[in-house]
C-alpha cells in the first residue's frame, strides 16, 4: 500500500473526509463481493433487514462484526490497506479494529440513512476514531452515495444518536441532530462518486448520511470498518447501539484492547 499523501493527511484533518481512488485492488473487492454475497444468505446474529424494520420498499441489509465469522472479512481487517489507511490519516501510533459491517442498499431501497455522527453510538471516547467506507460497486447520487458536513468534526459538539430503523431507543442526554436539510444554504457538503476499490476515511464526529438507492439495477454494496487509535478508551454507557457478540472484559477507562477490539497496528 502508498503512503498517505500529506494533502490527504491534511484534508482528513481539515474536512473530517477524504476521498482516497484506488486503494484497495479488484481482487479485494471480488473477495468481499463474494463474502457480502455469503453473509446475506446466512447472516450473523446482529444483521438487521433496515428497509422491512421500517416498512419501506426494497431491502437494506446491515450486518456487524462481520469479521468474526467471515473469514474474508477478517482477512480484510488484518491484511489489507483498512487498517494502515486509518492508521496514517488518524496520526495513530496503534490502531484496534473497532467493528465491520456490510451496509447494502439494493436497487429499490427507499430507506435512507438518517443524518448522524458515528461516534456517539458506541462505548467508547477519545478522539481518533475514524470509519472507512470501501465501495464494491459503482456509487453516485442515484444509488446512495453518502454525503458528509464538510468541516463538522470541528464543531466539537455531540448529537443524540439517531435510530436507523425509526424507533427511539437512544437515551443519551444530548442534543439532537440538527436540521441539516433546513441548513444546506448555511453548511458545505460533500460526497464522491465512487469506482470499486475506491474508499472514504471520515472522522467519528462527521455528521453525514445518504439517500436511498434510487436506481432500478446499480446496487450499492460497501464494506465498512470502525477504527480505533491511541487515545481511546472504553467507557460503556446505557442506551447505546447494541453490538458487541461478546462482553469485552474491559473496564471503564481501559484501552480498547481485547478479543473483541483486537489491536491490528502497534
Given amino acids: 500500500m502508498r503512503d498517505m499523501t500529506a494533502d490527504e493527511i491534511k484534508t482528513y484533518a481539515q474536512d473530517g473526509i477524504v476521498c482516497l481512488r484506488g486503494m484497495f485492488s479488484a481482487d ?7 463474502a457480502a454475497e455469503r453473509s446475506m444468505q446466512n447472516p450473523g446474529d446482529l444483521h438487521v433487514e433496515l428497509a422491512a424494520e421500517r416498512q419501506e420498499a426494497g431491502r437494506f441489509f446491515h450486518d456487524t462484526f462481520v469479521w468474526r465469522y467471515n473469514e474474508t472479512c477478517r482477512s480484510c481487517v488484518y491484511d489489507s490497506p483498512a487498517a494502515q489507511i486509518a492508521n496514517q490519516l488518524m496520526g495513530a501510533t496503534r490502531t484496534n479494529i473497532f467493528f465491520d459491517q456490510w451496509l447494502i442498499k439494493e436497487p429499490g431501497s427507499e430507506t435512507k440513512t438518517p443524518w448522524h455522527q458515528d461516534m ?13 467506507w470501501l465501495a464494491l460497486d459503482p456509487v453516485d447520487k442515484e444509488n446512495g452515495a453518502v454525503e458528509y458536513v464538510k468541516g463538522s468534526h470541528l464543531w466539537q459538539r455531540k448529537f443524540k444518536p439517531v435510530s436507523f ?8 442526554e ?6 441539516i436539510e433546513a441548513m444546506r444554504d448555511d453548511l458545505e457538503f460533500i460526497s464522491f462518486d465512487m469506482q470499486p476499490g475506491d474508499c472514504t476515511l471520515h472522522n467519528g464526529l462527521t455528521i453525514h448520511g445518504s439517500p436511498g ?23 460503556p454507557r446505557e442506551g447505546l447501539q447494541e453490538m458487541p457478540p461478546i ?4 473496564k471503564s477507562g481501559d484501552p480498547l484492547d481485547s478479543d ?4 491490528i497496528i502497534g
Fill in 213 to 235: 438507492n434510487l436506481s432500478l439495477d446499480q446496487r450499492r454494496r460497501a464494506w465498512v470498518s470502525r477504527w480505533a487509535g491511541d487515545d481511546v478508551v472504553y467507557k
Fill in 174 to 179: 444530548l442534543p439532537e441532530v440538527p436540521d
Fill in 120 to 132: 456517539t453510538y458506541w462505548p467508547i471516547d477519545g478522539t481518533q476514531i475514524s470509519t472507512l
Fill in 28 to 34: 479485494w473487492v471480488n473477495k468481499l463481493r463474494a
Fill in 260 to 263: 473483541l477490539w483486537p489491536r
Fill in 165 to 172: 430503523g425509526g424507533g427511539n431507543q437512544y437515551k443519551e
Fill in 247 to 250: 462482553p469485552p472484559g474491559l
